[in-house]
């Protein structure tokens, strides 16, 4: 069955780096476009980064444009998430999801989705 296992998150301070990953098993990662999306009590669900079947397209929400980075590896079925600068209104549980075609902005357009690595930025 189709498995996305986020990890990577944790406690780091204002302008810290984190490294999110998301390992996929059970479908042909190659073939589905990738997201990162982040959920916040305040704010809801938030798409944030998404990247094509093949890493050739990718995009990125406006608030994190510039800091953030968002990378695979289908050799390893691993998806990616660089994020630098980072700022308290970063916090969020932060998900990763697939779905076949291109990048959507719309996240009902996902098929499956992982339970979530939580970040946390506070001095």
């Known amino acids: 069955q189709v498995q996305l296992v986020e990890s990577g998150g944790g406690l780091v301070q204002p302008g810290g780096s984190l490294r999110l990953s998301c390992a996929a098993s059970?479908?042909?990662?190659?073939?589905?476009?990738m997201s990162w999306a982040r959920q916040t009590p305040g704010k809801g669900l938030e798409w944030v980064s998404g990247i094509y079947s093949d890493g050739s397209d990718t995009a990125y929400a406006d608030s994190v444009k510039g800091r953030f980075t968002i990378s695979r590896d289908n050799a390893k079925n691993t998806l990616y998430l660089q994020m630098n600068s980072l700022k308290p209104e970063d916090t969020a549980l932060y998900y990763c999801?697939?779905?076949?075609?291109?990048?959507?902005?719309?996240?009902?357009?996902?098929?499956?989705w992982g339970q979530g690595t939580q970040v946390t930025v506070s001095s």
């Open positions: 059970g479908f042909t990662f190659s073939s589905y476009a």
């Open positions: 999801a697939m779905k076949r075609g291109t990048i959507a902005t719309i996240l009902g357009e996902y098929d499956y």
